[in-house]
Structures are given as C-alpha cells and as structure tokens.
C-alpha cells in the first residue's frame, strides 16, 4: 500500500487508571467493548488490521464494501468493529464472526451487520499523513472526514461522541452495555503510536449479589477453584451469569468444605454452564451443583448478553440476603441503549459543527451529541 502509514503501525495504547484525569488538555470517549481496529484504504484496496496486527477484513466484508464505498480513496482511520443487537451491542455476537467458514460469515454479516466506530484519523482523505498533529486537530479533520460523507454512504460508519470536559463524560455510569469504561486521551499531544503516555482508560466498577449455584475444583489438588454464579429471571429460573475465583488461599479449604455439604442437583435450573471445552482439561470443566443457599457480593465491570463479561472479584458473603433476592434486576441498568451516543442513521447524518482548532485548543467540537 502507498500510505505515509504503514500496515504493521501501531495503534495507541492505554494506561489502565484508577480515576479520569482532568484539565483542558485532555478529552473524553466511550471505550467500546469490540474489536479495535485500524482501517486502510488505498483506492480499490481495503485492509482491516487488528491491534496485535492480525487482519480481520475477510471477517468483516460488510465493512470492506462499505470502505471501499466512501469518496475518498486513500485514508487510514483508527476506530472499534462492535455488533449491534436490540438497543444493545452484543460482544458474543462479534466473536462469532472469527470463524473460518466463509458461508457463515457472508450469511452472519447479512443477519447482524458490524459496525464501524471511529475516533482518530491517522491520514486524511487526500493521502496525507495526520499523526504527527496534535489530536486536537486531528479530531477537528476526523469530523470533517465524516461529515463530507454523502446520505448515501458510510451506512456502517459511526462518530464517536467525545466531551472536552470530564463533568460530561458521565453518561458511562448509566450506559454499561457496549461500553466498557471511558478513555481519556491529550489533545496536545501527535498519535502516540505504540505508546501509553497519551491515553488513560478507566472502567467503571459495580457490585451485585449473586447466588452459588455451583462450583468447580481447582486443577490441582481437591479445593475449591472457583465460584459459579447465578441471577434469577422473572420466570423465577437460576441463570448462570459467571464466575469468580479470587478467593484467599488461606480461606479455600474451609468454604471448598462449606460447599461440599451443599452439593445438591440441579443446581442452575435456567442457563447452566458449560462443559468442557479444547481449552480446558475435563476436571476443569466439570462443575458441582449446590442447593442455592449462599449468596456472595462480588465486583465486576461489565454485563453483558446475559453474564459477565470477565471473572468478578468476590467481596464477601451475603448471609442477610435471600436467595430470591438476587435477581437480574440489579443490572437491568446495563440494557439501557447504548446506541443513542452514536445515532440510528449512517454516520453521515450526524452531522457535528466543526471548529477550526490548532493543537490542544479549547474547542469543543462534537460535545452536542453526548446531550442528543
């Protein structure tokens, strides 16, 4: 490809942090819970390339064709693939797309198209390189990318929102389905390709009670390794939303003993896990069912498609709780629509006033579309 930016480019990475920071040099987005993704076009030529490099065009071909749609024919964005489903986005739905039957993918990008959601342009649409300006200027070009982008094109194209003051990148703590925390990037700074020091991303952290329906045995030895948990659902059935193996070592042996004395069928009487799986041995897989008795407090970060999305942290046992008690209503505020941030038309109907800027201004352009 003849780009100033080459296919194995780095993108930008992202210091893990405990709080946003604040001031005038910093900016604020959604960190969305897909696949990122920098996106190459050289005339008829469209690459997408994911963040550890591998490509991920032939996955995606709705995007491709999408791409190689658009006016322009040399630019390079940097952005997030994310499936839609309901007012949601469905991670589960986006790994079904790595698979490698082409029929099922053709059929999967017709049924539940991706789409594109892009923050930074790292060469604009005349073929110049943008990564040496400050991302204050390069947002400013990326809008103006967006909005010369006809009614008729860019159908799975998407802007995401930004807020140049941190009060305004509030709308996470209700949002939490598809969105996976926020990120907070300098505006003074030229991409920081490869690098942490220009992008800090926080998740928002949530507790929840939830039942044991069941438990699985560490891969050595006869103590307990994990925690397998359950939400009840309107029709009263126990789901399995998870799991969480951070217990102490020193408290293993006494609860591995508490849970024996409960093992008991079925133990989940709606979603049940699974068994195993070409990633775990067969004692990993196997579970233990226990009458639903205890209840555990743990941390997570995110719910969606029904469970958790990575391990919780356990907190503490909820003795005071009734089983009952622990239903799917305690985050019920994670299917609320994610999808409003970023429109229900192509990413050419929102149209965004864009201010000229030079490097770190105080502009604020695109900060409308977080109160839309």
């Known amino acids: 490809m003849t780009l100033p930016v080459p296919l194995d480019y780095p993108p930008m990475e992202a210091k893990l942090v405990a709080e946003l920071p604040d001031g005038p040099e910093w900016q604020y987005e959604p960190k969305w819970d897909g696949f990122r993704c920098l996106a190459f076009r050289n005339r008829g ?35 997030e693939i994310v499936v ?27 049924e539940t198209p991706a789409l594109f959601v892009v923050f930074d342009l790292l060469v604009d649409g005349r073929g110049r390189a943008c990564v040496e300006q400050p991302l204050g200027r390069r947002r400013a070009a990326l809008e103006k990318f967006v909005a010369s982008i006809p009614e008729s094109g860019g159908k799975l194209l998407r802007l995401s929102p930004v807020a ?27 991409y920081q390709s490869g690098l942490r020091t220009g992008m ?59 849970l024996e004395r409960l093992i008991e069928p079925p133990g ?13 041995t067969e004692r990993s897989g196997e579970w233990q069912p226990l009458a639903p008795r205890l209840v555990a407090e743990v941390r997570y970060d995110h719910f969606s498609d029904g469970r958790f999305r990575h391990g919780t942290k356990f907190l503490r046992w909820r003795p005071d709780k009734a089983p009952r008690q622990c ?26 006033r864009v201010a000229a800027e030079s490097g770190g201004g105080a502009g604020r352009p695109g900060a409308g579309i977080l109160r839309s």
């Open 45 to 79: 030529d469209v690459h997408l390339q994911s963040k550890s490099g591998q490509p991920l065009a032939r996955y995606f071909p709705e995007l491709v064709a999408d791409l190689r749609a658009l006016a322009p024919q040399k630019f390079v964005l940097d952005g």
């Open 84 to 110: 839609p489903h309901g007012e949601s986005l469905s991670f589960d739905l986006l790994l079904q797309r790595i698979h490698p039957a082409a029929s099922r993918i053709a059929r999967l990008s017709s």
């Open 200 to 258: 800090q991303k926080y998740k928002l952290l949530r507790t929840a009670d939830c039942v044991v329906g069941g438990f699985r045995y560490a891969s050595k030895g006869k103590l307990v390794g994990s925690l397998l948990l359950g939400l009840y659902d309107d029709e009263g059935l126990l789901n399995h939303v998870g799991f969480s193996a951070s217990l102490r070592a020193s408290d293993r042996a006494a609860i591995t003993r508490d």
């Open 327 to 352: 239903t799917m209503k305690q985050v019920e505020q994670e299917s609320a629509s994610v999808l409003r941030l970023l429109g229900t038309q192509s990413a050419s109907s929102t149209r965004t």
């Open 164 to 190: 140049h003051d941190r009060a305004d990148a509030g709308w996470f703590r209700s949002l939490g389905a598809g969105i996976d925390g926020a990120v907070a990037k300098r505006r003074d700074l030229p």
């Open 268 to 280: 989940f009487t709606g979603n049940a896990p699974g068994g195993p799986s070409r990633w775990s």
